[in-house]
């Protein structure tokens, strides 16, 4: 595992996702490992992912339990491309009450 972060804030970080470099260095990453994660930041709110979005063969949706609204998950949902959106994950979720009696949890 390898991972690649951000050494500086930017305030105007999209920019850097127009430039011609950004293609291949997705490709040369696909190159070089088996999987390729990228985080990035919430959908609706930057123009960042469907930027990146262009360059990218799938997506992972993730809501976050107890702040994520519906509405807004449907929108960023329907934001991915046909064919792109492979899963979804809930995020922060709580465990069942009786989750303590299940040693799964535990681990």
Do not use: N, W
Request: glycine share 4%; net charge positive; proline share 7%.
């Amino acid at each position: 595992l390898d991972a690649y972060p951000v050494r500086q804030s930017r305030g105007s970080a999209h920019e850097l996702l127009v430039r011609a470099t950004l293609a291949s260095t997705l490709r040369e990453l696909e190159r070089r490992y088996e999987v390729v994660v990228i985080d990035t930041p919430p959908v609706l709110l930057v123009p960042d992912t469907p930027i990146l979005l262009e360059h990218l063969t799938c997506a992972v949706a993730v809501a976050r339990s107890g702040r994520s609204r519906t509405q807004a998950f449907k929108r960023m949902c329907e934001m991915i491309p046909a064919g792109k959106l492979v899963g979804a994950v809930l995020d922060e979720g709580k465990l069942p009450a009786k989750a303590a009696s299940y040693r799964y949890y535990e681990q």
